[in-house]
């Protein structure tokens, strides 16, 4: 059987192209953690490759007849929320049936019953794994998957219970665990439902002596990976296409994969090994992906609304500086997501090309919803863009769509930046592309759209209470940003959100300007 690039769940070398999942660990730094008897947190974004690392890291441990490793999911816990027994009941059945099953140990799974009987659910698990490692002289040690799926007092008592036994460790407790999450044990905010307290995973289970993080692949890795597709097909990679590859998804393994398995498994000019892979081929395949949104994309799209997520997201969006009251917790959380990334010396981006696509469409699908039918007045005969009935087209919807229109966001600050970009996005309507740039601290968005044989490229900025005209630094700014595009004109779009002023039917309107490179541009008052 071909083996292709793997989209869900865990990989299988004999099933899915995979680069070594232990080269992706510091391996020596995991094996000093582990003789030192420490205790530690693995955390990365949805659908990375955490659970294919930590069954090797299983693998490599039993193999070096030194500890038991073994690996257990604990998410099908998150169903019991607040009832302790019915999750700590669901820990101990998934840590039984794992070491049934990759130990050949029933220890767990014929006892667990009856401890959870004797100590009752806030002490089971812990009960359990000291009686159990005091079963075999060979140290324990657990890989503990999705723990920051649980909820509520689960939560709080399986961390409590794993700390409990820290002390007995290595001869009456795992000598070492491996808790592993989309977010550090420390950013769990735990909603107490029988104390009412909010607690933080930090304060139970403050022995965590290190947090790694699981990075996304390098640029050379998304050449390795794709190679492994090229030496089993013979059907290239063009070098432009590893680029391409590299820009879209910034080596997020998810989105690695799945451009990878739309292009050559999914379209019809990819499935042919005959022809290359191109640049132009990934495109397209991500704009497919963009407007399926699979699984991966619709969980991260359900975090925007978290006032976290918001408070982050907001700023950089609207190309602001974070306001003060936004905490480096906060922007971690973010990053942790896998929305943002941090570099040295930059300001926090988003993640790559494709999230900066998905994320304002998902933050204007309801304001696309709400839209009218639009009627395409903007092209000419020959099927081209006509700019000037677009910008007719536009002042018109604007006057009389726009006020409503900005109460569907929720997103109030970028409001008038998704309006726009809906209304864009219904013009292009899958036939033409709007590329997004968010330039964080210089209070402006830019857009480009591509469509009907047309460039057309927009900067936007908000004129808000306490702030000077931004009409002077607009044109600056549009002068660089054509600069960039190799354009002579573009559009600046000033959104007037002051308190105060006129409807918007009323002050809505166009004007030429020139910048102060000596370009003729159109200003677009709304």
Not at 22 to 41: G, N, P, T, W
Not at 70 to 84: C, G, I, K, S
Not at 88 to 95: G, R
């Amino acid at each position: 059987m071909k083996r292709f690039f793997n989209t869900a769940g865990p990989c299988k070398p004999d099933l899915h192209y995979v680069l070594p999942p232990l080269a992706r660990f510091d391996l020596a730094e995991l094996e000093s953690l582990i003789a030192a008897q420490k205790y530690f947190v693995l955390h990365a974004p949805r659908q990375t490759g955490k659970t294919t690392c930590l069954l090797a890291l299983q693998d490599y441990l039993n193999q070096s007849g030194v500890w038991r490793g073994l690996y257990f999911n604990v998410e099908p816990a998150q169903a019991a929320r607040d009832d302790v027994r019915s999750g700590i009941h669901t820990v101990l059945s998934q840590l039984g049936d794992a070491a049934r099953r990759v130990l050949n140990d029933r220890f767990v799974e014929e006892r667990k019953l009856r401890l959870l009987e004797e100590a009752g659910a806030g002490a089971a698990l812990a009960t359990t794994l000291s009686r159990w490692a005091e079963q075999d002289a060979k140290p324990l040690v657990l890989l503990v998957d999705e723990i920051d799926a649980l909820v509520g007092d689960t939560l709080i008592s399986a961390l409590r219970q794993l700390r409990s036994g820290y002390a007995n460790r290595p001869q009456g407790f795992p000598q070492s665990i491996l808790l592993c999450g989309v977010r550090d044990v420390r950013d769990y905010r735990i909603h107490s439902s029988r104390t009412q307290e909010i607690i933080t995973g930090g304060s139970a289970f403050n022995i965590k002596a290190e947090s790694l993080r699981l990075g996304d692949f390098s640029q050379s890795e998304v050449a390795q990976l794709y190679g492994l597709h090229t030496r089993e097909t013979g059907q290239p990679f063009e070098p432009e296409a590893l680029a391409e590859a590299w820009r879209l998804t910034r080596g997020q393994p998810w989105l690695v994969n799945a451009l990878a398995y739309e292009a050559c498994f999914r379209m019809a000019e990819g499935k042919d090994r005959a022809r290359p892979v191109t640049a132009e081929l990934l495109r397209q395949a991500a704009e497919n992906l963009i407007l399926r949104r699979d699984t991966h994309l619709d969980q991260l799209v359900d975090k925007l609304r978290e006032p976290r997520v918001r408070r982050v997201l907001q700023p950089i969006l609207a190309g602001e500086v974070l306001a003060q009251d936004v905490s480096d917790d906060d922007v971690q959380y973010v990053v942790d997501l896998g929305l943002l990334r941090r570099e040295r010396g930059r300001a926090p981006a988003m993640a790559n090309d494709i999230y900066k696509e998905v994320v304002p469409r998902a933050l204007n699908q309801t304001t696309q919803d709400f839209i009218p039918t639009l009627q395409p007045s903007w092209l000419k005969p020959d099927g081209r863009l006509d700019l000037n009935a677009l910008l007719e087209a536009f002042l018109a919807f604007w006057r009389q769509h726009g006020q409503p229109l900005l109460k569907t966001s929720h997103y109030p600050e970028i409001a008038p930046h998704l309006v726009l970009m809906a209304f864009l996005q219904r013009i292009t309507n899958g036939e033409g592309t709007i590329e997004r740039e968010y330039a964080v601290g210089a209070g402006r968005m830019d857009l480009c759209v591509r469509y009907a044989g047309e460039t057309l490229a927009l900067e936007l900025k908000v004129w808000r209470d306490g702030r000077p005209d931004p009409l002077a630094e607009g044109l600056k700014q549009l002068d660089g940003y054509l600069v960039r595009l190799g354009l002579s004109t573009g559009w600046l779009v000033l959104f007037d959100q002051r308190s105060g002023q006129p409807p918007i039917e009323q002050r809505t309107r166009a004007e030429q300007a020139t910048t102060p490179a000596g370009r003729s541009v159109t200003v677009v008052h709304a």
